[in-house]
């Protein structure tokens, strides 16, 4: 028992502690890519240590829910990245929700983030929150899909169930699985408001989704949100690996040097991850607003496609 | 016992009307009126309750009604479940309406008629013969008609009015010709005698049709649903929430009644007609809802979404019971229920809600309300809840009910027949996506009401609503949030009407470890409200504390920075129109035939330009437009009747008689 949430806490502490280092090795090797030096990797640390230390200027009419909207989203996304299997499967929290469960997790920290960017009552906000929906309401139904695939092979929602039903041999190649994953990083990359989505880096304002919900927010309360964001990233960083790399997954009962074993194999796979991420992000444009739901659109279609085949025939 | 009691409630409820109008003469019987029936629902939600966890089932025939039938009246503990719903919703109605009420400019046209209301919503479900059925459900249609026609002066509300009248008698009709099929040919009216005889075959799938269709209606089910969008915002927003709330679930109940109990085993195809009808209903009323700008027709619009959702756990039921999957059926058929409690409780809340924005500034446009967080906290709380609560996020219950029907769907490539196959995973990502659409449709209700700045002086100067409305909202909201952390005890109280309906219930949930809900077994999936509310509470605390000590604590108001630009003007906020447009250029243009017109003067004029946008209702345009254009037409063409001489009309008497002579020589 003692052990277990041990290494709940290592987890959870881990996904903390690692979030801002993976956006920064996205700088990183985006950087490199475009021939430039690029910040130092611990850079995100100091941008958030910087953040907490200024004043937080809230605008005139900004209501409670405006204040308390960063702590909950940090709350919410911390939360959801910690019922994801990072190194090791089956630890006590996991079983609080399954995948669902997580997404819908991610869900109200955008209901509230959605909210935060009209409290003000500017125009930039609004767009940020009015384009943020949109794009969820076909991010979400894309990833629900992606879960019945999953989980009609697994046969369960339980992400540290499925982990180790698709670690078990008598799982093989499908094309289920080829659709989902597709579908799973496309989803990931408009939940994350990467590029060719929506653009981390930019400040022009016509273009931006994401940050224009964030434009009002300075100070700590910004600190919170972006770290929130970096969280994110891990998160579906995470659940690709969980699901689709699964080795190295280490279950609850494993020794301590399986566990280090594990992190240091789980580090591996982020590195990996955000390279892929980087390359991809290098090697395309960002797209018009309107584009997006046919992209994104696309995972839907994906996800159900996949669905359906398992519903035709188990064996593909 | 309780049976005795809860018609007792009933006649205390008639009386109250009897009495509110001979009073209302006089004075203004509002504040009694209330009382009385808020006391009488609080009493007979304590003896639904009561039977419905002591699982009582009891039977009375009265001496009225038809001869030879008389009235029936049984509780069992379907019927007990719904009473519980009923009154309760009553009770929060009555209890709103105390504060509520008193902006009322005509109390006479409201008071009778909302007893009656209540009285005849009690009766539908305590019914046991097709005779008394149907004399209540026709008498609750009535009754709240009147309540729709309430303020009748305005134009709007005449239409509304027209509307659900012809709407309600033809769903009427349906039910009478569905008991009629199940009566058969002896003429077997009470419940009782028709469980005895059930049909089979063709006349089976005949009165499935008819009960949709008859229940359907009453509903809110795409396509029926022409009328809901217009009358219940129409009534006062109690009578809202109630019509909305507990109406549309009295609906639920005739139609369980008829297909789960009265009506023999189910056909696949069955639970194919629900799949499509739910889902089409669930993605077409949450698209139109996030199109509307009148707050009370946002909601309405999304309780035809929440009726579809409920019709989609009962297909899928339907469809595991007729394969005989007792299990997933049992699962499915909880979630059913349980989503009819959930929608009943943040539906009513939300109805309330709008009511009170509405007694604070008079206004239902959301293009002219905003920033009404700062001046009524309370009701922003509590309407915050209930969205959250109506989109489906945890800890609420919304995302419990919704999460049910997801596990459900999941179990359903064992079935045999390839339409189901298809369909299921298909109305899986149909219901996904209006759940995904529901959290942009109340984002936007919430964010434009309650947020930014006030539109018009109406919001800016809009003061917060009385205490006790205010305490049925907070009550209302906390029953959302504890139903959401601790389901288990819910699906337990609904093991009995699963019990009798399926012969089986779900896992017992409140004898899980931690509370957890557990629907199959736990390597399949679980999830546990109160230990991810506790955690979201861990981690916000830790988050403040990190943040109390490690980050500066200043904090300095200052205009809003807006990138630079910011504009003093409230036009240059986000509209409702605004919000929903990207979402209107993705779904819309097929779905609705949106089409956007900008009409730019040229230079040198002085006029504004102008955007219009044009919505087209497809249902209305396919099935009603072409239905009322024959009658039109037929009735065009038999005007000429009128004016005849009475030579032809005795020539057409004549040749009439001729008819049916020949008619009644050739039969056999």
């Known amino acids: 028992m003692m052990r277990d949430f041990t290494l709940q806490t290592i987890a959870m502490l881990a996904v903390l502690l690692l979030a801002p280092l993976l956006t920064g090795v996205v700088r990183k090797a985006k950087a490199r890519l475009l021939r430039r030096i690029g910040p130092p990797l611990i850079q995100p640390y100091r941008d958030l240590w910087r953040l907490l230390q200024k004043e937080v200027v809230l605008a005139d009419n900004a209501s409670w829910l405006f204040r308390a909207t960063p702590y909950l989203v940090f709350a919410t996304t911390w939360l959801a990245a910690t019922l994801v299997p990072t190194f090791a499967t089956g630890l006590p929290f996991n079983w609080a929700a399954d995948l669902i469960g997580i997404v819908a997790l991610l869900a109200l920290g955008r209901f509230f983030l959605a909210l935060a960017g009209m409290d003000v009552g500017t125009s930039f906000g609004g767009i940020g929150s009015s384009r943020e929906m949109m794009i969820a309401s076909l991010a979400e139904p894309a990833m629900m899909m992606i879960i019945f695939s999953l989980a009609l092979l697994a046969g369960s929602t339980q992400l540290s169930v499925m982990a180790q039903y698709l670690l078990s041999p008598n799982v093989g190649l499908r094309v289920t699985l080829g659709l989902s994953l597709i579908a799973l990083m496309v989803v990931g990359i408009a939940e994350n408001a990467r590029i060719p989505v929506d653009n981390p880096a930019t400040h022009l304002e016509l273009t931006m989704v994401h940050e224009a919900?964030?434009?009002?927010?300075?100070?700590?309360?910004?600190?919170?949100?972006?770290?929130?964001?970096?969280?994110?990233?891990?998160?579906?960083?995470?659940?690709?690996?969980?699901?689709?790399?699964?080795?190295?997954?280490?279950?609850?009962?494993?020794s301590w040097p399986a566990f280090g074993l594990g992190l240091l194999l789980y580090a591996a796979k982020m590195i990996v991850g955000v390279c892929i991420l980087a390359g991809f992000e290098t090697a395309i444009a960002k797209m018009r607003v309107f584009r997006v739901p046919t992209f994104v659109g696309a995972a839907l279609m994906l996800g159900l496609l996949g669905a359906l085949l398992l519903f035709v025939s188990r064996g593909l | 016992m309780p049976l005795a009691f809860l018609l007792w409630c009933v006649l205390a409820f008639l009386v109250t009307a009897v009495a509110a109008i001979v009073t209302g003469q006089r004075w203004n019987a509002t504040t009694p009126v209330y009382c009385i029936t808020a006391l009488i629902s609080l009493l007979g939600c304590a003896g639904a309750v009561t039977a419905l966890l002591t699982h009582q089932s009891a039977a009375l025939q009265l001496p009225l009604g038809l001869p030879g039938i008389g009235a029936n009246f049984r509780m069992d503990v379907l019927s007990a479940l719904f009473l519980a719903i009923v009154n309760l919703g009553g009770a929060g109605a009555s209890i709103f309406g105390l504060g509520y009420g008193r902006h009322e400019a005509f109390p006479g046209r409201i008071l009778p008629f909302f007893c009656v209301f209540l009285a005849a919503m009690n009766l539908v479900v305590l019914s046991d013969d097709a005779f008394t059925f149907l004399l209540s459900w026709e008498l609750m249609s009535l009754a709240s008609w009147a309540l729709v026609l309430a303020h009748h002066g305005e134009p709007e509300n005449v239409h509304a009015g027209f509307v659900y009248i012809l709407m309600a008698s033809f769903g009427t009709f349906a039910l009478l010709l569905a008991f009629g099929l199940l009566a058969g040919p002896g003429g077997q009216y009470s419940f009782e005698a028709i469980r005895l005889h059930q049909p089979m075959g063709m006349v089976a799938g005949l009165v499935f049709l008819l009960a949709l269709v008859g229940a359907g209606s009453k509903a809110g089910l795409v396509p029926l649903h022409v009328w809901l969008p217009l009358a219940h915002p129409a009534a006062p927003s109690h009578v809202s929430a109630l019509m909305s709330g507990i109406m549309t679930k009295v609906a639920i109940y005739a139609f369980i009644r008829i297909v789960l109990d009265l009506l023999g085993p189910p056909v696949w195809w069955w639970g194919m007609v629900l799949l499509a009808a739910g889902g089409a209903s669930a993605l077409m009323g949450v698209l139109y809802g996030l199109f509307q700008t009148d707050i009370k027709r946002v909601l309405a619009y999304s309780t035809i979404e929440n009726i579809g959702i409920i019709f989609i756990g009962l297909g899928l039921a339907l469809s595991f019971r007729a394969d005989h999957f007792e299990e997933a059926a049992i699962l499915a058929l909880t979630a059913a229920l349980f989503h009819v409690i959930n929608h009943s409780l943040f539906k009513s809340l939300l109805f309330f809600c709008s009511g009170a924005v509405l007694g604070a500034t008079h206004e239902r446009n959301l293009e002219r309300l905003g920033g009404l967080i700062h001046r009524m906290p309370v009701t922003a709380l509590a309407c915050l809840a209930g969205c959250l609560a109506i989109s489906g996020l945890p800890p609420f219950n919304?995302?419990?009910?919704?999460?049910?029907?997801?596990?459900?769907?999941?179990?359903?490539?064992?079935?045999?027949?390839?339409?189901?196959?298809?369909?299921?995973?298909?109305?899986?990502?149909?219901?996904?996506?209006?759940?995904?659409?529901a959290g942009a449709c109340f984002v936007r209700l919430f964010g434009i009401a309650f947020l930014g700045r006030a539109r018009a002086p109406v919001a800016a100067n809009a003061l917060e609503t009385d205490k006790i409305s205010l305490s049925v909202l907070l009550v209302f909201a906390g029953f959302c949030l504890v139903i959401g952390v601790v389901p288990g005890f819910v699906i337990d109280a609904l093991g009995p009407v699963s019990q009798s309906l399926f012969h089986g219930q779900m896992p017992i949930q409140s004898a899980q470890p931690w509370l957890s809900l557990v629907p199959i077994s736990a390597a399949r999936s679980s999830y546990n409200g109160l230990t991810l509310l506790l955690m979201i509470a861990v981690a916000l605390g830790l988050a403040f504390v990190a943040i109390r000590i490690a980050a500066s604590r200043s904090t300095r108001r200052a205009p809003a920075w807006d990138c630079g630009?910011?504009?003093?003007?409230?036009?240059?906020?986000?509209?409702?129109?605004?919000?929903?447009?990207?979402?209107?250029?993705?779904?819309?243009?097929?779905?609705?035939?949106?089409?956007?017109?900008?009409?730019?003067?040229?230079?040198?004029?002085?006029?504004?330009?102008?955007?219009?946008?044009?919505?087209?209702?497809?249902?209305?345009?396919?099935?009603?437009?072409?239905?009322?254009?024959?009658?039109?037409?037929?009735?065009?063409?038999?005007?000429?009747?009128?004016?005849?001489?009475?030579?032809?009309?005795?020539?057409?008497?004549?040749?009439?008689?001729?008819?049916?002579?020949?008619v009644v020589a050739t039969w056999q």
């Open chain 1, 213 to 254: 919900m964030l434009l009002e927010y300075s100070g700590r309360h910004l600190a919170l949100l972006e770290l929130a964001s970096f969280i994110k990233l891990l998160l579906y960083l995470s659940l690709i690996a969980c699901l689709f790399v699964p080795w190295g997954l280490v279950p609850a009962n494993g």
């Open chain 2, 398 to 437: 919304g995302f419990v009910s919704e999460w049910l029907t997801f596990q459900a769907i999941l179990l359903s490539p064992e079935l045999p027949q390839w339409g189901l196959k298809l369909g299921v995973p298909a109305v899986g990502a149909l219901l996904a996506l209006s759940v995904a659409l």
């Open chain 2, 565 to 662: 630009f910011p504009n003093a003007g409230t036009l240059t906020q986000y509209t409702a129109g605004s919000f929903s447009q990207p979402i209107r250029r993705v779904f819309g243009t097929v779905l609705f035939r949106a089409r956007e017109s900008i009409e730019v003067p040229p230079p040198g004029d002085s006029r504004p330009a102008r955007m219009t946008v044009r919505l087209q209702d497809v249902v209305w345009d396919v099935c009603y437009a072409p239905l009322s254009g024959a009658v039109t037409y037929l009735a065009d063409r038999l005007n000429v009747l009128q004016f005849l001489t009475i030579r032809r009309y005795l020539s057409l008497v004549f040749a009439t008689l001729v008819v049916l002579l020949l």
